[in-house]
């Protein structure tokens, strides 16, 4: 499968991972499923994908972790954080790790994660995008 049409997702959730698989599936999309940061940034040192959902948290770290691994950051890539906790700690987090004024703040439903999987694949990848669902 061209790596285009890929999407990571690093969720140690299987309720997650089966949502956003069908969503993707929806879109033509293939995920790549791994439930840490090291096996993420593993998928990640053999290719480049336009999209991650990563948790904020993970066994082994969370998503800032992966925001510079070399399969994001060559195509600067676009992030959606999976936040559980809707206090915005992963929203700041995200601006403190160097996103920007690039962070979004969606709430985790059907819509907001169709319209972060449009944009991300519109092609535009000239600035890193991180969004927070919750």
Not at 30 to 44: G, M, Q
Not at 86 to 98: C, K, M, N, P, V
Request: aromatic letters at 8%; a neutral charge; hydrophobic letters at 45%.
């Amino acid at each position: 499968m061209h790596a285009q049409s890929e999407v990571l997702i690093a969720s140690a959730d299987p309720q997650t991972r089966r949502t956003l698989a069908s969503i993707l599936s929806q879109w033509g999309l293939e995920p790549i499923f791994c439930s840490t940061v090291s096996k993420a940034k593993a998928i990640l040192a053999q290719q480049v994908v336009p999209l991650a959902f990563c948790e904020d948290r993970l066994a082994d770290g969370g998503f800032r972790d992966l925001l510079n691994a070399t399969g994001l950051a060559k195509l600067k890539a676009w992030v959606a954080v999976i936040s559980w906790t809707a206090d915005g700690s992963g929203y700041l987090e995200a601006i403190q790790s160097g996103a920007g004024n690039k962070t979004m703040r969606y709430s985790y439903c059907l819509e907001n994660v169709q319209r972060i999987i449009l944009q991300a694949m519109s092609g535009d990848h000239s600035n890193r995008l991180v969004w927070e669902i919750t």
